[in-house]
């Protein structure tokens, strides 16, 4: 099966969600990308690089999940742990075919130019690390001044501190590309968030209409999965679970083959929106408090507005949403109540709940089947959560655990039940 979309719209929308883990500033990777194809029109490359080097500042920071490594990256312009989340990109990367080619790049985009000489790259590989790495940095020194729309007052001591490190951390053509391109005003009023959006706009339009093969939206969100999931030692391979015991269940309920497909693209995705909660939120041992637990209920919001806007996602993004959705309406965060919470969308709820409790947690192992299924049993009766997806979660409750639990061999950690 195919769903009717371009991956590359896909693609964008899901570096949204890599953007969400600045919280306040949910627009680096735009930035970075359209400064680097600024710097690669100033260096006389064709249209094809320049759409690579636009796409690789989307996603460099495809290893980052946790909103502390994101303010190091910030804050400090040359922070000593920077190369961690570099390797998790090109892991990331690597075997994905459609972006295989970001992956080195990915890998050496914190790596000083004096040193990047040394590994053995092809020198457009080279180029193009070296490039990010040097519009990130400029992005980090311009980031205290966005909120107040004041950058342009300090342009000139920005570009004084990457010609600084010319020959050193950056390659010398690539600093001089950067100098020409930035003395232009337009250079940095096209990082404001309207000229962002029409940058992105100009871009989709070319992307066209087409049909994404199944098989390659599913890896796409896997590897999507698994950043989100990295975010915590809570949620290690918590979205993983829940899709295996969704499409379990979904195939048990005599769900469409197809919207079984779909709804495991729904479940990898569904916690998308947790990459813009605070790390020391999310991470919480004891009880939220109101306030937490406002931040927290955003999530799923979070994710619809991600999702939606990607043509052939009208049904995923919704199901995604949803998951904290309950049949009598007091779910959230859109009160969906049963007349209009669809099937797929009702047993994602059951296959997230479950999945959160059965799974091993650092400070103790996942409760066992007949506890979760009373702790459920519980749910059911009071009408949050639908009953015929718990009796059939009931029915076949020992393919549910196996999985719920996909790396239990390995002795993966999971989702605290206290931020479900």
Known sequence: MSIHTDLRSVIYALSDALDLVGVDDVAHGKRVGIMAAECAAELGLGGQEQDFLFDLGMLHDIGVSSTGIHRNLVEQFDWAGSQQHAETGYALLKDYAPLAAMAVPVRYHHTHWSQLQDKGLDPAVARAANLIFLVDRVDALAAPHYASNGVLPHMHQIRDEIARNAGGRFAPELVAAFLTASAR???????????????????????????????????????????????????????????????????????????????????????????????????????????????????????FQILRNVKGFEEIAPWAAYHHEEPGGSGYPFHVDAATLPIEARILRVADIFQAMVQDRPYRAGLGAQEALAFLQKLAGEGRIDRTVFATLSAFIDEAMRAARPGASRDVQSEGADHV
């Open 185 to 303: 005003e337009a250079f940095w009023l096209r990082l404001e968030p309207r000229s962002i959006q029409a940058a992105l706009q100009d871009r989709l339009a070319l992307a066209g209409e087409g049909n994404a093969p199944t098989g390659s939206l599913r890896e796409l969100a896997r590897i999507f999965s698994r950043i989100v999931d990295a975010k915590s030692p809570f949620t290690a391979e918590h979205s993983l679970g829940v899709a295996g015991v969704a499409c379990l269940l979904a195939r048990r309920l005599g769900v469409a083959p197809d919207n079984v497909d779909k709804l495991e693209i729904a479940a990898l995705l569904h916690d998308l929106g947790k990459l813009r909660v605070p790390d020391e939120i999310l991470d919480k041992p004891g009880k939220l408090d109101p306030a937490e637990r406002l931040v927290i209920n955003s999530h799923s919001f979070e994710t």
